[in-house]
């Protein structure tokens, strides 16, 4: 049995307590041997969530990474299984999970798009915004 090492309770406050916290891995198990302020979670370790959260940039971005790790466990472990009246079919899960972790990337850019400033550009126009803002055009804004 693994081990999901992270700080219990989880810390609300925390990239990792958030990302814990939608994801819905609150449950956890006393370690072994006992560790004070840290217990043995279902689903991610918090390292495994600060990485998600790290390489996303944002909580968000980590739940989509979060979502896509998961879908590509449920690709490995799609199949079919029926026998009589009986049938489990595990082949939509990942796809349902992916569509999720796109749900949340989209979230991601919009709270990354709220860091830039837009300004228009008319051709043939003096209004210039700072020189410390010129970027690139695209689309007739300045990025």
């Known amino acids: 049995m693994s081990v999901n090492r992270g700080a219990a309770p989880l810390d609300p406050d925390s990239e990792v307590g958030q990302i814990r916290a939608l994801l819905g891995d609150t449950e956890f198990e006393p370690l072994d041997p006992p560790e004070t302020g840290y217990g043995n979670y279902g689903m991610y370790s918090d390292d495994e969530l600060q990485a998600f959260v790290d390489v996303g940039g944002s909580v968000e971005g980590g739940m989509f990474h979060a979502y896509m790790q998961m879908a590509g466990e449920a690709a490995k472990e799609s199949r079919v299984v029926q026998d009589f009246d ?14 999720i972790a796109l749900e949340w990337r989209d979230r991601a850019d919009v709270a990354a798009s709220d860091i830039f400033e837009l300004y228009p550009v008319v051709k043939g126009s003096s209004l210039r915004p700072p020189e410390a803002m010129i970027g690139e055009v695209r689309g007739g804004f300045i990025l």
């Open 86 to 99: 009986l049938r489990i079919d595990l082949t939509k899960r990942s796809a349902d999970l992916r569509a």
